[in-house]
């Protein structure tokens, strides 16, 4: 697959593992500077010490990702464009099988309770190949209402 192109599966989560604690982790603030009809969205996000402006295409399994760093001061500046369309999480890194890792989202604030996960993958005939572990539920990947650019998301009235 060309760069900057994210192939990922999707699934929501009612029982995570347990002791999540163990596993690396980071509360990550994200808002949403543009969401198009056809599926475009522009982010800006902040975790780990990093701050990153980034664009994504519409698409369910395979999509254009391009992810550039920007520094505090603009991640300062965009983030007020972002009013009303944010989400705050904590994202767990757990590994799995064949040397993949499991992105684990605990949402905060209108989205407590919703519990995703995403798996990354190399092609999509790795995406196809993948038997998830049986606590990740129901896959997601092609659902629209579990798409950041949904409204009903953002604003915490999907639970599953």
């Known amino acids: 697959m060309p760069s900057g192109v994210e192939i990922e599966r999707k699934f929501l989560v009612e029982h995570p ?22 599926g475009v969205e522009v982010r800006v996000r902040r975790y780990g010490g990093r701050a990153l402006l980034t664009i994504k295409s519409g698409g369910e399994q395979a999509r254009l990702e391009e992810e550039i760093e920007i520094d505090e001061r603009r991640f300062r500046a965009l983030w ?4 009303g369309r944010r989400i705050h999480k904590t994202r767990f890194l757990i590994p799995a099988a064949g040397g993949l ?37 129901l896959e997601v990947t092609g ?18």
């Open 80 to 83: 007020p464009l972002t009013e």
């Open 143 to 160: 659902d629209p209402r579990y798409k950041p650019r949904s409204t009903e998301t953002l604003r915490g009235s999907v639970r599953g």
């Open 17 to 38: 593992p347990e002791h999540l604690e163990v596993y690396p982790s980071d509360v990550i603030e994200q808002g949403y500077l543009a969401l198009t009809d056809d």
């Open 101 to 137: 890792r499991i992105e684990l989202d605990v949402y905060h604030e209108q989205l407590a309770g919703l519990v995703t996960a995403e798996v990354e993958f190399e092609s999509p005939d790795a995406a196809a190949a993948f038997s998830p572990p049986a606590w990740l539920g």
